[in-house]
C-alpha cells in the first residue's frame, strides 16, 4: 500500500493538464478500489491469521490444563500435605492462562514484528539507504529499554503470581470454614487477613502497572522522532533531489507500518515474562516426582492376607516417627482392631497399607506378594476404604454413593440396600428429594453420623474384599455403632480393619492391636486383652465407667 500510495503521489504531482477530467476521475475511481481492494485483502490474512494462532493456544491451554491436572491426580499425600488447595487452582487457570497469552497473541505479534520489519525496512534501504540508516537509529535505543525492563517485568510478574496464590488460598479456607469462622467470630480477623492479602497483591501489581505504562509512550516518542526525522530529512534529500516527494510519503507511512509492531514490544515483553514466570510455577509441579509408582499390569486377586515385616516410616515435613518396626500380621478370614491414644501411628499404618506413602525400611506383603510389586489400582478396586476425614461431594446422596463404583447403573433397590446395611436408608427418605437431595460443600447440609453412614454405604457398594473403617463411628451412638457392626458381620467374605476410641466398635474383631508412640504394646482379642489388664483393660474400664 505505501507503494501504491508513493506512487500514485508522484503521479499526480507530475500530472499532464492536458488530460481530461474523465481521465482523473477514472485513476481516483481505479486508486480508491485498489485500496479497498488491498484493505479486504489485508483484513481476511489478518483473520486467518488470528484465528489460527489463537485457536491453536486454545488448544494448547486445553491439553496444559488436562496435563496438569492428571499430574495432580498421580502425586502422592505427602505432595498434598506440602501445598495449599488454593494455590494448586492458582497455577492451574491464572498461571495457564499466562501461558496461553504469550503462546495466542503474543507469539502472533511477534511474528507480524520480524516479518513486517524485514518487507519494511527492504523497500526502505531500497529508497534510500543513508536515510533509512538515520530514521531507524531510535529502534537500537528501543531494544535496549525493552531488554533491560523485560527483566523488571519478570521479577514483579512472579511476585503478583505469588501473591495471587496466597490471597486463593485464603479465600478457599475462608469460603469452608465459614461456619466455624461465625462461631468463633472472628469475622474482623479474617477480614484485615484477607484486606492485607488484597493490599499486598494490588501493591505488586501497580509497579508492574507503572513499568508496563512507561513502555508504550516512550515507544511511541521515539517512533515520533523517527517520524519527525522522516519528514525533516526526506525534505532536505527532497531538495537535493535524491528522493521525490512520493518516496517521502512511503517513508512516513512505512514508519507508521512499524509504530504498532515496535509499540506491541512492550506488551509482548509483558507477556513474555508473565508467561516465563507462570510456566516456571506450572514446571515446579509438573516436574515433581510421585513417591508411589503403579508399575504392574497385571491383575491381582486379595486373598484376605496382610502382612507388615519391620515396618517404619517418619513424616518427611515433621521428621515424626510414627511407625518403628511394626510386625502385623492378618489372615485370610480374620478381622483387625486397632486402638491407641492420638498420634499413636493408626491412621499411618493405613495410608502404608493403601499405599498413599511408601515405608522407610521393612516391607507390607499383599496375599504374600510385597505391596509395591502388585497392580496398585487393582488391590485399591477391590479394597473400601472411609477415611477418618469424612468427604462427601456437592452433588446428590445417591451419587456420592455411586461414587464408590465406576460403572453407575445400579439399580435403586441395590442402593437402598446398601443404605439399609449403612443405617442411612431411614434418614434419607425423610428428605423431600431422598436419595436425589443436593448436598452443599462437603455435604454441609447432613449431621456428622449422617456423612459418616454415607461415607460408609460408599465404600460397602463396592463389595470390598478389604473394608477399612478409620475411626468411622467417631459422630455415631453405640446403638447405631452395633447395627452398622451386625449388618457388617454378614459380609463374611470381607476381610475387616477397623482404627477407633471406642472399645466397643473393637470388641468382636478377632485380633485386636494397641499401639503406642508407634510400637505394637498389646495383642489378641478382647477376652485376651482384658486379661493382661494393661492398656486396653485400663481404656474399657474408663469407657465402662463413661457410660
Known sequence: MPEFFGDFTDELINWDNSKSKNTVLFIAIK???????????????????????????????????????????????????????????????????KVRMYLGPGIMYSINLVALSIMVIKNMININIPLTVIILIPLPIMSFIIYKVT???????????????????????????????????????????????????????MKLVLTNALFLPTIFILIGISTILCIYLGGLFHYNDKITQG????????????????ASIGWVSSLT????????????????????IDSNNKSFEFDGEIEFIDVSYTYP?????????????????????????????????????MRQIEPNS???????????????????????????????????????????????????????????????????????????????????????GQKQRISIARALIRNPKLLILDDSFSSLDTETE????SNLKKRRSTTFIIISHRISSLRNMSKIITLKN?????????????KLNGMYADLYKKQLNEN
Do not use: C
Open 31 to 97: 486508486a480508491g478500489g485498489i485500496i479497498i481492494g488491498l484493505i479486504i485483502i489485508s483484513g481476511f490474512f489478518l483473520f486467518l491469521t488470528r484465528h489460527m494462532i489463537i485457536t491453536m493456544s486454545r488448544f494448547i491451554e486445553y491439553d496444559l490444563k488436562n496435563e496438569i491436572y492428571r499430574k495432580y491426580q498421580k502425586l502422592n499425600y505427602s505432595f498434598y500435605k506440602k501445598n495449599n488447595t488454593g494455590d494448586l487452582m492458582n497455577r492451574i487457570s491464572e498461571d495457564v492462562s
Open 151 to 205: 527483566n523488571r517485568i519478570g521479577k514483579l510478574s512472579l511476585d503478583v503470581q505469588k501473591e495471587q496464590s496466597k490471597m486463593s488460598t485464603l479465600a478457599q479456607e475462608t469460603f469452608s470454614g465459614i461456619r466455624i469462622i461465625k462461631v468463633f467470630n472472628r469475622k474482623k480477623e479474617i477480614d484485615k487477613k484477607f484486606n492485607y492479602s488484597t493490599e499486598e497483591y494490588k501493591r505488586k501489581t
Open 247 to 262: 518516496e517521502i510519503l512511503k517513508y512516513i507511512f512505512y514508519v507508521n507500518h512499524l509504530t504498532w509492531p515496535f
Open 273 to 292: 515474562s508473565r508467561a516465563a514466570a507462570s510456566q516456571t510455577r506450572i514446571n515446579e509441579f509438573l516436574n515433581e516426582k510421585a513417591e508411589v
Open 317 to 353: 515435613d515433621s521428621d515424626i516417627t510414627a511407625i518403628k518396626n511394626l510386625n502385623l500380621k492378618i489372615k485370610k478370614g480374620e478381622s483387625l482392631g486397632i486402638i491407641g491414644k492420638t498420634g499413636a501411628g493408626k491412621s499411618t499404618i493405613i495410608k502404608l497399607l
Open 362 to 448: 521393612g516391607k507390607i506383603t499383599i496375599s504374600g506378594i510385597n505391596l509395591k510389586e502388585i497392580n496398585l489400582n487393582e488391590f485399591r478396586n477391590q479394597s473400601g476404604l472411609v477415611p477418618q476425614d469424612t468427604f462427601l461431594f456437592s452433588d446428590s446422596i445417591r451419587n456420592n454413593i455411586l461414587f464408590g463404583i465406576k460403572k453407575k447403573n445400579s439399580k435403586n433397590a441395590d442402593i437402598e440396600k446398601i443404605a439399609k446395611e449403612s443405617h442411612i436408608h431411614h434418614n434419607i427418605i425423610d428428605f423431600n428429594d431422598k436419595y436425589d437431595t443436593l448436598l452443599g460443600e462437603r455435604g454441609v447440609n447432613l449431621s456428622g
Open 482 to 485: 452395633d447395627i452398622i457392626l
Open 518 to 530: 508407634g510400637h505394637i504394646i498389646e495383642e489378641g482379642n478382647h477376652e485376651e486383652l482384658i
